[in-house]
């Protein structure tokens, strides 16, 4: 698959296909960033950190996974001087290869692009994992709620992937085990630990 270099948003927690993200941008880096991306029709890869802080701290350097995923703006917003409030999607998962640190401590790094998804059916013994979303999509709709979700339609409930993706986005892991996920490529896996967490989670 082709790679190319693109600029990089560390986050404690990753992203996945498909899902929303917004942001509140205030760091010089990162107004450089989305402003580069709105002249360039580009998009820019949120990578989760591995250890370090999502805000610039003098001394001090991030460290990253070697797996993120690509987002395209959705929209941009100037709330305040030097303040945006941003909207971005979910695209492509993507590997990690050879990254620098830049000016204003911006990174950039090699783009891999994972295979695209296979959107396996829902096996039966998971198929109540798609019922539990469905039923929080609905009762958000019900309520009014459903612009605080981190989804959008179409809502891809027989979909192995979409599915597990959106649980992944919505359960309190630590954020060690979303990144893991999120480099899980085998979607009835991802799954299927998911199922596992929520199994022993507290009730």
């Given amino acids: 698959m082709a790679t190319e270099t693109l600029p990089l948003f560390p986050l404690s927690q990753p992203v ?12 010089v880096r990162y107004l450089h960033l989305i402003r580069r991306c709105q002249q360039e029709g580009i998009a820019f890869g949120v990578v989760p950190l591995a250890g370090g802080s999502e805000v610039q701290k003098a001394g001090a350097q991030e460290r990253l996974h070697d797996i993120g995923c690509l987002v395209q703006l959705l929209s ?5 001087p030097a303040v945006l409030s941003v909207a971005c999607v979910g695209t492509t998962r993507f590997r990690l290869g050879e990254r620098a640190r830049g000016a204003y401590g911006l990174w950039s790094g090699e783009i891999i692009p994972c ?8 096996p039966a013994d998971l198929q109540p994992l798609a019922d539990q979303l469905g039923g929080l999509i609905a009762a958000a709709q019900r309520q009014g709620q459903e612009g605080d ?20 986005e919505l359960l309190p892991l630590p954020a060690a085990e979303k990144a893991m996920l999120l480099a899980q490529d085998d979607e009835v896996q991802r799954l299927q630990q998911i199922a596992g967490w929520l199994s022993a989670a507290p009730t």
């Fill in 149 to 168: 979700i981190p989804m959008r339609p179409p809502y891809r409930l027989d979909e192995c992937g979409w599915v597990a993706d959106r649980w992944a």
């Fill in 16 to 27: 996945f296909p498909e899902g929303l993200l917004r942001l509140t941008i205030f760091e």
């Fill in 115 to 122: 295979q695209a998804p296979a959107r396996l059916p829902i």
């Fill in 76 to 80: 941009v917003q100037a709330i305040q």
